[in-house]
């Protein structure tokens, strides 16, 4: 079965928005390819570190998000999902076919600043 795309949305309806604030979007839609209802993950922790836990935790192939700080985008870019950065004014499940033309974060810098045996 295919890995499913997850996405931070403000909201859990079918027409929710990619959330501007990655640490405190609401949710977290899951989208199986071949499911026909998403299933959304509350974000009860509010914060940055259980935001990429809840990502993680789903094993995506794909993460599609309005903004993520460059350190939570490069764990989740080593545990070999692909992250998306995509327009928060659009219903967020019109961006997965469109994924492979949405911009990639800028991950170069936090790279170039971790040394080896760095966590």
């Given at each position: 079965m295919p890995s499913p795309v997850v996405l931070t949305?403000?909201?859990?309806?079918?027409d929710a928005r990619l959330s501007p604030f990655f640490g405190l979007a609401p949710w977290v839609m899951v989208v199986e390819p071949l499911v026909a209802a998403p299933v959304w993950?509350?974000?009860?922790?509010?914060?940055?570190a259980h935001v990429v836990d809840?990502?993680?935790a789903q094993a995506p192939a794909l993460a599609i998000c309005g903004h993520i700080p460059a350190d939570a985008a490069l764990l989740?870019?080593?545990?070999?999902i692909e992250l998306r950065i995509g327009p928060c004014s659009v219903p967020a499940t019109s961006l997965i076919p469109l994924a492979a033309t949405l911009p990639t974060p800028n991950?170069?810098?936090?790279?170039?600043?971790?040394?080896?045996?760095s966590a």
């Open positions: 949305v403000g909201a859990n309806r079918l993950v509350r974000n009860t922790g509010g914060n940055i809840l990502i993680r989740m870019v080593e545990a070999g991950i170069a810098p936090m790279r170039s600043t971790r040394g080896p045996g």
